[in-house]
């Protein structure tokens, strides 16, 4: 975490690296944005897993839409399945004492952009008297059932306890072990 955030900055300079668990993806997302209209070739790299991609994506999405096709994204595999990352190309996880940075950049500079449907799903609200709908936008699959109860019991475990989710191992058992309980 801290080291790859400190060698990125090193490497790429302070301007061009956004700590989105410091301050979310928006600021970043602005940036490029502006890049963009200045005519520079953009491109971002999630350092995370499928969870920060969509976050990323979901920025875009509301925040900066005529941009949707203009900023690619890259992939750092740094989660937990990283579904995304081995689906475009990116790998499943990123070993920092395999791969040197310098080396993933120069691939992420050098890529051939492809691009991915968004999928926006709106869903009905009832329950309160009033009407409402909900909408997510999705990058990769939708699930409901048995798989979707154990990501839901992850995601507010790693919410409320993030000290006990240290890397990509360690998340797996968690997903183990909330499964063997569901």
């Not at 154990?150 to 191992?169: D, G, M, N, Y």
Request: charged share 20%.
């Amino acid at each position: 975490g801290k080291e790859l955030l400190l060698e990125l900055k090193q490497q790429l300079g302070n301007a061009c690296v956004f700590d989105m668990i410091e301050e979310g993806p928006r600021k970043g997302i602005l940036w490029a944005a502006t890049l963009i209209d200045a005519s520079f070739d953009v491109r971002i790299l999630v350092c995370g897993g499928d969870g920060s991609v969509g976050w990323v994506a979901h920025t875009i999405y509301h925040h900066a839409l005529k941009y949707i096709n203009a900023i690619p994204i890259a992939i750092l595999p740094l989660g937990t399945g990283n579904d995304l990352a081995r689906s475009w190309g990116w790998g499943a996880s990123y070993k920092h004492h395999k791969i040197r940075l310098a080396k993933v950049l120069k691939r992420v500079k050098n890529a051939q952009i492809a691009y991915h449907y968004i999928w926006k799903l709106h869903v009905p609200e009832f329950g309160d008297g009033s009407e409402g709908e909900k909408s997510f936008i999705m990058l990769n699959y939708f699930s409901c059932g048995y798989d979707s109860q154990i990501a839901h019991a992850f995601h507010e475990k790693r919410r409320v306890e993030p000290e006990l989710f240290s890397s990509q191992t360690v998340n797996k058992l968690w997903y183990l072990n909330l499964g063997d309980r569901k």
